[in-house]
Every structure is written in structure tokens, then in C-alpha cells.
T-cell receptor, first 114, second 116 residues
Framework: AQSVTQLGSHVSVSEGALVLLRCNYS??????LFWYVQYPNQGLQLLLK??????LVKGINGFEAEFKKSETSFHLTKPSAHMSDAAEYFC????????????FGAGTRLTVKP | EPEVTQTPSHQVTQMGQEVILHCVPI?????FYWYRQILGQKVEFLVS????????KSEIFDDQFSVERPDGSNFTLKIRSTKLEDSAMYFC??????????????FGPGTRLTVL
């Protein structure tokens, strides 16, 4: 079965600094990986997804993530944080393990300081 | 851009009451899902629905829960007799194709259910 682990429940960066949110996955089959963002009092919004094409995936709002099979990682990055990036970020995995459900990580809350 | 919509945005109910949460999936999608997120916890899968029947459900989705697609556009989640621990944000999602074809699920904004 697939699962994801997000390292760090809370990440704080200064405005303009690099954002790095970590996600490691566990999967017995090639995974399909996703990053979702949840702004306060809002639903989940898809940032980007990896579906076995390019290993570097570019998403919305300047975010990107790189699939590294050797490290079983799919970390989310953004070169320069903006105040509007403050939100909860969820890594998720789905695959061919017999279930249609997407498995989510516990989430990482990103705080951006002025 | 088409989106999943959910109503109401916030539902307050008394313990033991029945609630129905409403979702309108994206119109050409065929697979529908409900998830929940208890405050401060991760998003959890409840159930998936295809071709007018449940295709998968988690251990959370017990006999108190049911889903229905009453017409061509709505997808509802009913909780028969709410408990305090049902208080959570409930997300509806839909996808065009089967998960086996790696399609992305699109999520609605959620309904916050508060059970008093």
C-alpha cells in the first residue's frame, strides 16, 4: 500500500526566501504523487502532480516538485516565498494498489514572515 | 474552469440528528469521492462511487453513512445519526476517469460540520 510522510508539521520562512516542503513516499508500484494547498477556511487546491512523465513538475504559483526515485522523495519547492503562500500543504499519493483513495500526508503548515 | 461545488459551507447540528451534505461534481466526471478532515488531522478517505454504486469505502464509512446520486448532477453524503466525533470538514471530489488511469481528483471547497 502507498503512503506518504511529510517531514515537519510547521515550516517558517522569510518573505523572499526559498521554500522547501518535504515529502517521502512508500509504494510498491510506480506512484502518482500530488501536492495540494489549503488556504485558511478553504478547500484543497491542486498545486501539481507527477504521473511518471517528467521528473521535475511545475505547478501553479511558482511551485515545483522533483520526483526522485532513488530517494523516494517528492519535495515541493519555490525559489522565493510570498506572503500569500502561507497555507497548509498536503502531499498525496495514489496508485495501483487496489484502492481508488488518495492517501494524504499529515500536512505542513507554511508560515511566511515579512 | 469547471469546479466541484459543495453546500452548505457550514452545517451545525445537534447530536443524533441526520445531516445531508451536498456536492455537485464536475459535469463530465464519472467517479465521485468523499473525504473528511478532523480539525488538526490529515485528510481521510471515506468512500468512492461509480456507476451508481459504492466502489470502495474505508473503515470510517460505517452504517451511519450513506451516499447517493439522486439525479444527474448531485452527489450527497448522509450521516444518519450524528455523533460529536463526526465534526469535521467534509470534502467532495470527482475525477473523469478511474484511479487506475491516474486521473487527478478535483476537490470541492468543503463543508464544515459541527455537531453539538
Amino acid at each position: 500500500a502507498q503512503s506518504v510522510t511529510q517531514l515537519g508539521s510547521h515550516v517558517s520562512v522569510s518573505e523572499g526566501a526559498l521554500v522547501l516542503l518535504r515529502c517521502n513516499y512508500s509504494s510498491s508500484v510506480p506512484p502518482y504523487l500530488f501536492w495540494y494547498v489549503q488556504y485558511p477556511n478553504q478547500g484543497l487546491q491542486l498545486l501539481l502532480k507527477y504521473t511518471s512523465a517528467a521528473t521535475l513538475v511545475k505547478g501553479i504559483n511558482g511551485f515545483e516538485a522533483e520526483f526522485k526515485k532513488s530517494e523516494t522523495s517528492f519535495h515541493l519547492t519555490k525559489p522565493s516565498a510570498h506572503m500569500s503562500d502561507a497555507a497548509e500543504y498536503f502531499c498525496a499519493v495514489s496508485g495501483f494498489d487496489g484502492g481508488p483513495d488518495m492517501r494524504f500526508g499529515a500536512g505542513t503548515r507554511l508560515t511566511v514572515k515579512p | 474552469e469547471p469546479e466541484v461545488t459543495q453546500t452548505p459551507s457550514h452545517q451545525v447540528t445537534q447530536m443524533g440528528q441526520e445531516v445531508i451534505l451536498h456536492c455537485v461534481p464536475i459535469s463530465n466526471h464519472l467517479y465521485f469521492y468523499w473525504y473528511r478532515q478532523i480539525l488538526g488531522q490529515k485528510v481521510e478517505f471515506l468512500v468512492s462511487f461509480y456507476n451508481n454504486e459504492i466502489s470502495e469505502k474505508s473503515e470510517i464509512f460505517d452504517d451511519q453513512f450513506s451516499v447517493e446520486r439522486p439525479d444527474g448532477s448531485n452527489f450527497t453524503l448522509k450521516i444518519r445519526s450524528t455523533k460529536l466525533e463526526d465534526s469535521a470538514m467534509y470534502f467532495c471530489a470527482s475525477s473523469q476517469e478511474d484511479y487506475r488511469l491516474t486521473d487527478t481528483q478535483y476537490f470541492g471547497p468543503g463543508t464544515r460540520l459541527t455537531v453539538l
